[in-house]
């Protein structure tokens, strides 16, 4: 009697370099802005009057949100594939910078930074280490030290880059730009090509 089973190894290879990549593009567009919030929010809060007070309450939104994204994470991948459920983060994400770029109240900037941007974000870098797990077992901890190896180099060159484009178009045009720049992580979403599942045929006597 032939019966065929579902066999779903991970390659540790192949396409998964390209899923380790896209894991990277998302991790890098969007979680690589947090160090440099004080530096682009400094004279919008100054100018709204917002103390430090505000300003950590505005960031421990952003996290909370973003932990909390994770307890939607899997009833999410159980209906959809983790490239769409990256890719709505990412816009998620994204949408949420842009209408920050004309935010003119605390309330505005926890709706559009910490509320839509931290979902979008959690949604995203949570569906890509999915990813990673399903295409990588023996070599995962390398595709993992690979995927957060471009955010650590990010994170050191960002500021600099927000510092230049505050210079040249102040706090709208610049946080305008970041957020076309951070689509890049929509592209990096596209990489996480689902596992396909191989049927084998075992034979019972």
């Not at 592209?187 to 019972?204: D, N």
């Amino acid at each position: 009697m032939n019966t065929e089973v579902a066999n779903r190894k991970a390659p540790d290879g192949g396409w998964g370099w390209f899923v380790c990549l896209g894991s990277s593009l998302i991790t890098l567009s969007l979680r690589s802005l947090d160090p440099s919030f004080g530096l682009l929010f400094h004279d919008p809060l100054k100018e709204m009057k917002i103390d430090s007070t505000g300003a950590t309450v505005i960031m421990g939104i952003l996290d909370a949100i973003f932990n909390f994204s994770g307890l939607l994470v899997g009833p999410l991948l159980k209906k959809y594939s983790y490239r769409k459920v990256a890719f709505f983060g990412s816009l998620l994400s994204c949408t949420g910078l842009i209408l920050t770029s004309t935010a003119n109240s605390m309330i505005h900037i926890i709706c559009t930074y910490s509320i839509l941007g931290g979902l979008g974000t959690g949604l995203a870098t949570a569906s890509a280490f999915v990813a990673l797990n399903t295409f990588f077992d023996k070599k995962r901890g390398q595709a993992v030290g690979f995927s957060m190896a471009g955010t650590t180099l990010a994170m050191m060159v960002v500021p600099q880059f927000i510092h230049l484009l505050l210079e040249a178009y102040g706090f709208r045009g610049a946080t305008l730009i970041l957020g076309g720049s951070a689509l890049h992580s929509a592209v990096g979403a596209c990489l996480l090509r689902p596992l396909k599942v191989k049927r084998e045929k075992i034979t019972k006597m």
